[in-house]
């Protein structure tokens, strides 16, 4: 809830004469964030699948525990997806 209320009352500090300036600064900002987190988050991941050769130890079990970390992201996705969509 708090965090409605923290938008709520950013959106009513905007109001006024150049409100909509500062409202199109606001969602560029968030969705400039938003993008930059989701490119890092691609370049690590696909990073780590893509090399998983070249660490040290087994191929096969390294790329096993890698397989093994990515069931409970999936399950989470999965999980907040039908919730929150």
Not at 7 to 19: D, F
Not at 38 to 67: E, K, P, Q, T
Request: glycine share 6%.
């Amino acid at each position: 809830m708090s965090c409605d209320n923290e938008l709520v009352n950013e959106w009513a500090r905007c109001s006024g004469k150049n409100s909509i300036y500062i409202r199109i600064k606001l969602i560029i900002d968030r969705v400039s964030t938003v993008c930059y987190c989701r490119f890092v988050n691609a370049l690590v991941y696909f990073g780590i699948s893509l090399n998983v050769g070249n660490l040290a130890g087994d191929m096969y079990l390294n790329f096993f525990i890698l397989c093994i970390v990515e069931i409970p992201g999936a399950l989470l996705l999965w999980f907040f997806m039908s919730r929150y969509v």
